[in-house]
């Protein structure tokens, strides 16, 4: 009885509107014919308005089992299909999270050479890397230069080049007082 309710709730929008259209047609060829009641132009414009009001009022009706037909469609997709996973890329040019931050200095600190790591808060001069080569034969575009890092980030771990973290929002203590960002600034 209430299986395929969005095709039944079609189908009675249909047989309404030819309803309506019958009733009004009918309801105009009497008043034409029969002079007592009304005048053929009263007849001519109650079959017009009467179908046409007909014909669109069904609409409503039409789209609420279409909308309900494709809600069935989509309910039963989503039981067959579990949900895609999400891809979570990185920013180009930067490299996944290590799953412990290495506080340790790369280049440019004298605790670098001690193999001591670096104080907590302090960013860490990340080396730049070496650039590839662009030449090419000419068919395939040069690729585009690296994004230059200056510092890892103490909450993500992530290499940044802003003293605020584009992943994790946390603001990198001391970064406008690195080396590098001095020599940024000059």
């Given at each position: 009885m209430?299986?395929?309710?969005?095709?039944?709730?079609?189908?009675?929008a249909?047989?309404?509107?030819g309803?309506?259209?019958?009733?009004s047609c009918l309801?105009?060829i009497?008043?034409?014919l029969r002079?007592?009641i009304?005048?053929p132009?009263?007849?001519?414009?109650l079959i017009v308005?009467?179908?046409?009001?007909s014909?669109?009022?069904?609409?409503?009706?039409?789209?609420?089992?279409q909308?309900?037909e494709?809600?069935?469609?989509l309910v039963s997709m989503s039981r067959?299909?579990?949900?895609?996973m999400?891809?979570?890329?990185?920013h180009?040019?930067s490299t996944?999270?290590s799953?412990a931050p290495s506080a340790?200095?790369?280049?440019?600190?004298?605790?670098?050479s001690?193999g001591?790591?670096?104080?907590a808060g302090?960013?860490?001069p990340?080396?730049?890397?070496a650039p590839?080569s662009?030449a090419?034969s000419?068919?395939?575009?040069?690729?585009?230069?690296?994004?230059?890092?200056?510092?890892r980030?103490?909450g993500?771990?992530?290499?940044i080049s802003?003293m605020?973290c584009?992943y994790?929002?946390t603001?990198t203590?001391?970064?406008?007082?690195?080396?590098?960002?001095?020599?940024?600034?000059?």
């Open positions: 209430f299986n395929n309710i969005g095709q039944k709730i079609k189908t009675l249909k047989v309404l509107c309803l309506g259209i019958f009733i309801a105009g009497v008043n034409m002079p007592e009304g005048n132009l009263t007849g001519l414009v308005v009467g179908s046409l009001g014909w669109v009022g069904s609409f409503m009706t039409y789209g609420i089992g909308l309900i494709n809600t069935d469609i067959q299909t579990p949900p895609p999400p891809v979570y890329l990185p180009p040019g996944p999270p799953p340790t200095p790369t280049s440019g600190n004298a605790s670098a001690s001591t790591p670096a104080p302090k960013p860490v990340v080396d730049k890397p590839e662009t090419s000419g068919s395939a575009p040069a690729a585009r230069p690296p994004i230059e890092h200056k510092w980030c103490d993500c771990g992530n290499l802003e605020v584009p994790c929002n603001v203590p001391g970064a406008e007082d690195s080396p590098a960002s001095k020599t940024k600034n000059s």
